[in-house]
């Protein structure tokens, strides 16, 4: 009787094919207990509402949103050059989003002229419901509230460089903004009148030569909205002290332009040095709250946003679950 003899190269597939099944029941088993987490995209939203001059609107929805609780909104603003992607991929509130739980809107330009900068001088997008980059913003703003379910009563704005625009957000719809805080910005309605009309741009603004008494510079935040009478957004303001693009000087003017509006003590300021570079400003309202507050930095030039500085502007809006009174 004559034995079988076993192939050693079918035993050898056999035991890898074994193998292989066992790996891959670990793997799924694995998966189920710990689930890979994507990261939630930015979208582009369409057709979002009136739009005069033809931004783009994108928007990044974190995972996880608390069920039957409204989400505070943040607009960021990107700089001169830039876009509403390139903000989302080279700043820090995606990740601060995803910690907080509030949703982003990402504006950005698509205009040719004017290095991709925000209108921030022209009549239109300084007056309230007149159209402009403005109008176009508070539509995203509305979009996201209906459609969304945001909390329109925690509505926040902030940017770089193009952040004169932050301001002309505050100035133009008070109404629809908590709070805004801007880095390496000018006053509202500094650049108005252009010194060409597809410029975007006013040099004696931008190397800080526009200088108006508060009263004045207070006025014509007044002027955009004569209407309002209601409680004007908190402001925060950020600047490089050897800013050679826009001048520091711009951030005097406005912490003179924001004094005057929202009624402070120019001279009752509380300081402090939240890293060795940074003076900080803080006034408060009547009511002990913090309403106004400026950062100078200290050395640094226009690109004044680094990591880090996200988290306190966060913290500032309340957007930490604090009370903003950092």
Not at 16 to 24: A, H, K, Q, R, T
Not at 163 to 175: F, K, R, V
Not at 260 to 275: E, K, S, Y
Request: proline fraction near 6%; charged fraction near 20%; aromatic fraction near 12%.
């Amino acid at each position: 009787m004559s034995k079988s003899v076993v192939n050693p190269h079918s035993y050898l597939r056999k035991t890898i094919l074994i193998i292989s099944i066992f790996m891959l029941s670990v793997v799924l088993m694995l998966y189920k207990l710990f689930p890979s987490r994507e990261i939630p995209a930015l979208r582009q939203i369409r057709n979002f509402g009136a739009n005069p001059s033809n931004l783009e609107m994108y928007l990044y929805v974190p995972d996880g949103l608390p069920l039957g609780i409204k989400p505070p909104v943040l607009v960021a603003i990107h700089w001169c050059t830039g876009s509403g992607p390139v903000f989302f991929s080279n700043t820090e509130y995606r990740e601060l989003a995803d910690k907080f739980k509030f949703v982003v809107v990402y504006p950005s330009v698509t205009r040719t002229y004017g290095n991709r900068c925000y209108d921030v001088g022209g009549s239109d997008s300084l007056v309230h419901g007149a159209g402009g980059d403005s109008l176009g913003i508070v539509s995203m703003v509305k979009y996201v509230v209906v459609n969304l379910g945001a909390d329109q009563e925690r509505v926040y704005v902030t940017g770089l460089s193009a952040s004169m625009s932050t301001q002309m957000m505050l100035g133009a719809y008070p109404e629809v903004f908590k709070a805004g805080s801007a880095f390496a910005g000018v006053p509202f309605s500094c650049m108005k009148p252009y010194d060409e009309p597809e410029s975007l741009w006013q040099e004696k603004c931008a190397t800080g030569n526009k200088r108006l008494t508060p009263a004045e510079w207070g006025d014509l935040v007044r002027g955009a909205y004569p209407e309002y009478i209601g409680l004007r957004p908190r402001v925060q303001l950020w600047h490089g002290t050897e800013d050679d693009v826009v001048y520091f000087n711009n951030h005097i003017e406005a912490t003179k332009q924001w004094i005057d509006v929202l009624c402070l003590n120019a001279t009752g300021r509380i300081v402090d040095f939240p890293q060795i570079n940074w003076e900080r400003s803080s006034f408060k309202d009547k009511d002990g709250n913090i309403v106004l507050q400026t950062i100078s930095v200290i050395g640094v030039g226009h690109n004044v946003l680094v990591n880090g500085m996200a988290l306190h502007v966060i913290k500032f809006f309340g957007l930490d679950q604090s009370d903003g009174n950092i």
